[in-house]
């Protein structure tokens, strides 16, 4: 390298880093001009980010616990590093199989019945001319969502319970026999499913209820002028209005499929159904909680976590290929 090209590069490097430093100053004086600019938006942003925090981020130190022999008097650093020897045993253990198999069932059920409903309900509603009574069936239907699973199970087993329930009573009545329902785990599943319907469904109206009313209404007036139905102008003008909402959710919820709700299941299980009502979570607090295996139990949460991570990408995938905004 010559004398001249080694002044040139000499001049060049400096020069480099001081538009590095101007762009990054510049960078924070704009972060510093929208923070004054928006504080109010970040104040009021605030109490959510800070839940996001504490809650999900926090917690995620945890996870070292499934490389770990966690022991409590010891703590993380002092407890004994194992590394992946609680996966091997969890993925090795009989009981796995089972877990993924109840698990997924009842989380697909939960999408191909009950996922379905609060969009059927949404556009029922949105065609309701009258205002009182459009109101009086949203109050009904959303009501059932503050109820807690302790009563919700309670009102199902003074209805499906084999000596008192009032369905066997009635079958009794007409000259047959009682069945057990809560016992039989034919039936376990289904009374999962429609819990969760009669629960949270009128609840989950409330988002698709929103999209329906961003919906411009000059859409209605075109197509009745056209000549459209109230069937057509749903099929035509109402569903692809809310597509996009229908796809997010979709997303989301493929994301909890490996979550199908601990305190149902834990309050519904019995021995009897104990081969179809054993679930991941149910799995987890016993192995966890009740037998203090602690970094086992985070293996179990560890496996639910990266298939619901795996899910979302992949259908957001899907989602993007087909046109479609997709949740990122």
């Known amino acids: 390298m010559s004398h001249s090209q080694v002044e040139q590069f000499q001049k060049v490097i400096p020069s480099g880093l001081e538009e590095r430093k101007t762009s990054k100053k510049s960078r924070v004086h704009e972060w510093q001009v929208a923070l004054k600019r928006d504080k109010y938006l970040y104040l009021l942003a605030a109490p959510g980010l800070l839940f996001f925090l504490i809650f999900k981020y926090v917690p995620l130190w945890g996870l070292l616990l499934a490389f770990q022999n966690y022991s409590p008097y010891l703590g993380f650093w002092g407890s004994e590093w194992v590394g992946l020897k609680y996966f091997h045993e969890f993925f090795t253990n009989p009981d796995f199989m089972m ?17 379905p409903i609060p969009i059927v309900v949404s556009l029922l509603l949105n065609e309701v001319k009258s205002l009182p009574f459009k109101k009086f069936v ?20 003074l209805i499906l319970g084999q000596s008192s329930g009032v369905i066997n009573q009635l079958i009794v009545e007409l000259g047959g026999h009682k069945i057990e329902f809560l016992s039989e785990p034919n039936y376990f599943w289904a009374m999962l499913t429609a819990q969760s319907i009669w629960k949270e469904a009128g609840w989950g109206t409330i988002i698709f209820l929103a999209a329906l009313a961003g919906i411009n209404s000059e859409l209605y007036e075109a197509a009745q ?9 749903m099929r035509n003008v109402t569903i692809p209005g809310i597509k996009s909402t229908i ?40 192995v966890g909680i009740q037998q203090g295996r602690f970094s086992y139990a985070t293996v179990a ?20 290929k087909f046109g479609e905004e997709g949740l990122y």
């Open 225 to 233: 002028i056209d000549g459209a139905t109230r069937w057509q102008q």
């Open 138 to 157: 949203q109050t009904v239907i959303y009501l059932p969502h503050f109820l807690s699973w302790v009563i919700i199970v309670g009102i199902c087993f």
């Open 247 to 286: 796809i997010v959710l979709l997303i989301l919820r493929l994301g909890q499929v490996m979550d199908v709700g601990f305190e149902q299941i834990f309050l519904m299980a019995s021995g009897p159904v104990s081969q179809v009502a054993d679930v991941f979570d149910t799995y987890a607090y016993r």
């Open 301 to 320: 949460g560890l496996f639910k976590s990266v298939v619901g991570l795996i899910l979302v990408v992949s259908a957001n995938r899907v989602a993007k």
């Open 99 to 115: 877990l993924f198999r109840n698990t997924m069932a009842i989380s697909l059920l939960n999408i191909v019945f009950f996922f």
